[in-house]
């Protein structure tokens, strides 16, 4: 796959094209924003799938860090790796492809980015958020603390690096991240009345790593329209967990603002 230069790091990304080419000009471009474990091949075929059923094309990228890009170079990545993501790589990222006016589809920590991102005033048409942090949840830590378990005692180092360049690396620039006593302060709610997009919020009701506080925040908090979606038998994987639902939800909602 190709790269890009952003922030001074190799950025590897795809385009995904609709299947009729002659769609027309003024539909926006959807922007996908993976997980903290995440990577252009762990969507799976959810991008294309919204794809076919918008006529929008997509931009999928692996951040710095994840899955082709460039490994982290710095020992960790801070406590502040969402900002970086959403104020300064994204940006220019979006420059560096001539990308304008996107539609944001972020799962997790890809959904805080695109808040982050829409929040601080940057030009978006719609977010479409899927399992968003908004601030921490003992919930949440104790999940990634699990999680963190699991990889130093099973398989899971050897499951990530089918997807990511350095799988340890990858674990630890989140976990380190998440479960860093200075992150337990980490709120981005201030970003949300800067949010004037549409927003569309989807969350699994058995999400292992945040309550539907979360999306209730951003509800009351977003200074534009915002629908909420709460799927139940749904995890922390939307997408996955109920692939057709999430699917129909995203694309009605993609239709309506593209």
Known sequence: MPQIAAAGRAIEYCWIEPANAARPAPLATLVFLHEGLGSIRQWRDFPAQVVQATGCRAFVYDRYGYGNSEVLREEKAGVRFMHREGLEFLPEILRATGIEDPILVGHSDGASIALIHAGAGHPVRGVALLAPHVFVEQIGVTAIMQARRQFETTDLPRRLGKYHR??????????DAWLDPAFLGWNIEAYLPGIRCPVLAIQGEADEYGSMAQLDAIQRQVGGPCELLKLAQCGHSPHID?????????SRFIRCVA
């Open 166 to 175: 350095d799988s340890w690396k990858t674990f630890y620039l989140w976990a």
């Open 242 to 250: 109920q692939p057709d639902k999430v699917v129909e939800a995203v």
